[in-house]
Nanobody, 123 residues
């Protein structure tokens, strides 16, 4: 089970930190953050693999940071310098099957999803 929290409304340039709590050991899973804006496809934002490999979408590089707490089994997404185009529903995802790094930001390679948390950035 994945439970996201931390969404909200901020102004351009603001920051938010999303959290995703797992009911299992996070060490066993490749984890990702995805987002979906109205009328758009779900897109990968950031992912962290079991071995610690991290991948970001070009649109968030340098602004977002993905991390995890292996003791608390929580995944984080620190979001800085937020832009109106970051407005979306953000989802946490997990999968225990090893995949190539090119698949880390592809939604179909994740079988477990949270319910989402809304992020709204106003100009």
């Amino acid at each position: 089970q994945l439970v996201e929290s931390g969404g909200g409304s901020v102004q351009t340039g603001g920051s938010l930190t999303l959290s995703c709590a797992l009911s299992e050991f996070i060490d066993n899973y490749r984890m990702g953050w995805f987002r979906q804006a109205p009328g758009k496809e779900r897109e990968g934002v950031a992912a962290i693999d079991i071995d610690g490999y991290i991948k970001y979408a070009d649109s968030v590089k340098g602004r977002f940071t993905i991390s995890k707490d292996n003791i608390k089994n929580i995944l984080y997404l620190q979001m800085n310098s937020l832009k109106p185009e970051d407005t979306a529903m953000y989802y946490c995802a997990a999968d225990g099957i090893r995949q190539s790094q090119v698949s880390h930001l592809v939604a179909k390679f994740y079988r477990n999803w949270g319910q989402g948390t809304q992020v709204t950035v106003s100009s």
